[in-house]
């Protein structure tokens, strides 16, 4: 799991306070992707980059910004988070060719808590 | 469109007996097909994946699974299974004709293995 790293692993968090979740890929890969992971509901794609540009953004509330500067690092800023966002949060990257079968690699998570 | 059906919230199996875990899928054109495996604190695991060709496909630690078109289904299967097997297990599936690499995954199925 060296090859995508995310910080910090836990976070807690009032809903007021304003905190960033960051990740960093060491494959090369020109594609990154934020996930939300809550207990016994299906993985949420949240937002993708492709070559530092958004493609994608599945009606994420505004509460939630992200930001890729460089193809091998991905921001999540939060705002006024609600209790419900409390879950584990994951980025993947990838190789960005479109229409490819590929696969996606995933760092460990941070485990958000909204208090 | 595209989704993934995983039926089994958990499977249960003892040490050294065959396991299976179910994967169904739906798109509109081709399949692409993975298995991720995701361990307690950790992201998600590339397991293997389908492309084309060979309906039996060969992954990471003796897993194996077996594309069946014509009942859309991808089960992911081990001939012996490991306590060390235990975790929780997410199928994905992209439409080839899907742009870039946006994966759409299942609610995931909890492989537990007894000694």
């Known amino acids: 799991e060296t090859g995508v790293t995310q910080t910090p692993r836990h976070l807690v968090m009032g809903m007021t306070n304003k905190k960033s979740l960051k990740c960093e890929q060491h494959?090369?890969?020109?594609?990154m992707y934020w996930y939300k992971q809550s207990a016994k509901k299906p993985l949420e794609l949240m937002f993708v980059?492709?070559?530092?540009?958004?493609?994608e953004n599945n009606s994420v509330p505004s509460r939630f910004s992200p930001e890729c500067p460089n193809s091998s690092h991905l921001f999540l800023h939060l705002h006024t988070l609600q209790p419900e966002d409390s879950a584990l949060y994951l980025c993947?990257?990838?190789?960005?060719?479109?229409?490819?079968?590929?696969?996606?690699?995933f760092g460990p998570g941070t485990r958000l808590t909204v208090l | 469109a595209q989704s993934v059906a995983q039926p089994e919230d958990q499977v249960n199996v003892a040490e050294g007996n065959p396991l299976t875990v179910k994967c169904t899928y739906s798109?509109?054109?081709?399949?692409?097909l993975f298995w991720y495996v995701q361990y307690p604190n950790r992201g998600l695991q590339f397991l293997l994946k389908?492309?084309?060709?060979?309906?039996l496909v060969k992954g990471s630690y003796g897993f194996e699974a077996e594309f069946n078109k014509s009942q859309t289904s991808f089960h992911l299967k081990k001939p012996s299974a490991l306590v060390s097997d235990s975790a929780l297990y997410f199928c994905?599936?992209?439409?080839?004709?899907?742009?870039?690499?946006?994966?759409?995954f299942g609610k995931g199925t909890m492989l537990l293995v007894s000694p």
């Open positions: 993947a990257s990838s190789q960005a060719t479109s229409g490819g079968p590929n696969e996606q690699f």
């Open positions: 494959l090369g890969h020109n594609a």
């Open positions: 980059y492709n070559f530092k540009e958004q493609t």
């Open positions: 798109v509109s054109g081709n399949p692409y």
């Open positions: 389908y492309i084309t060709g060979d309906n």
């Open positions: 994905a599936v992209r439409d080839m004709n899907s742009g870039y690499s946006t994966l759409t």
